[in-house]
């Protein structure tokens, strides 16, 4: 039985107005898929297009051109998205970087995570929204004294924590995470990851996981795809992309992953990438089996 694509990317392309006649491309033709119930890892440095991309997946951001299609839904098309709307609110997600800025602080935690349950007219599957909120708070392992607490009083982590239950109250069937550890301390990082590991499999959601640590991503991706100036330039299952990276700017980025040894560290000579722009006539081909690498035309002729 093949897998079952819960989201497809096609295509897409999206610029910022600078002014009337200017305006800066972000994402550039591009196209991915996320299988059901499957972490896929989004990774590149700063600027490549990841955020544009999930907040085009979401709707908030509308791009110029291409599809988006969730569960067959081409959320792009105004008509379409309106006949769904309850549903696509309902079913997908959004777990943001600085969770400061997206909880209200004069809100109580309780309210914050019982609040898309109250928007949505859900009945609360454990009674109330208070209980359903508690239930949810412990599920990300924080004690149920902090539903009275409001989020300037909770350490970042603590934050992130209440982001992520908020999201898991609506069970979704897709959870986008756009850089949602980068704010946090490295302990505090792994501590979040891992949950994100230990929630997917007891939910089976599919992840959108988007992240410039590339060791977090290696530890909780299934896939991942990097992305160089808005396009992605190479897709791979995690273990293989890691081992065998075949284009030069995954080589240079994975080269740049800090080895703990202190010796070997200082030894270390990352790879150079001069940000060459992309050949016109680049191809998507499969190198090997579900591991494809943007090449230029031109060398595959």
């Keep these: 039985m093949p897998d079952e694509i819960l989201l497809d990317v096609q295509r897409l392309t999206h610029r910022y107005p600078l002014t009337r006649t200017m305006s800066v491309k972000a994402l550039d033709n591009l196209s991915f898929q996320i299988i059901r119930g499957e972490i896929y890892g989004l990774v590149g440095e700063s600027g490549s297009g990841k955020s544009t991309a999930a907040r085009c997946v979401m709707n908030l951001y509308r791009p110029q051109t291409g599809k988006i299609l969730y569960k067959g839904i081409d959320t792009c098309y105004p008509k379409a998205f309106r006949a769904n709307r309850r549903m696509l609110q309902a079913s997908r997600q959004l777990v943001f970087q600085d969770s400061a800025s997206s909880l209200n602080p004069r809100m109580k935690v309780c309210d914050i995570i019982a609040e898309p349950m109250r928007l949505q007219r859900i009945t609360p599957p454990r009674g109330t929204l208070r209980a359903e909120a508690e239930f949810q708070l412990k599920y990300v392992g924080m004690d149920p004294g902090y539903l009275d607490k409001y989020p300037p009083e909770l350490s970042g982590g603590q934050r992130q ?141």
């Design 161 to 301: 924590r209440v982001a992520i239950a908020r999201a898991l109250a609506m069970e979704p069937e897709l959870l986008v995470a756009d850089e949602p550890i980068a704010s946090l301390d490295v302990s505090i990082q792994a501590q979040i990851v891992n949950l994100f590991k230990h929630l997917q499999a007891e939910h089976g959601f599919s992840f959108l996981f988007i992240a410039h640590d590339l060791a977090m991503v290696e530890f909780l991706c299934d896939r991942v795809g990097v992305m160089y100036r808005g396009r992605l330039v190479e897709e791979a299952p995690a273990a293989q992309l890691f081992a065998r990276p075949l284009h030069p700017y995954t080589q240079a980025l994975l080269s740049a992953i800090p080895i703990p040894d202190p010796r070997r560290e200082r030894a270390r000579r990352p790879l150079e990438f001069h940000g060459e722009e992309l050949p016109p006539e680049s191809v998507w081909i499969e190198a090997s089996p579900r591991h494809f690498v943007l090449k230029d035309g031109r060398d595959e002729r």
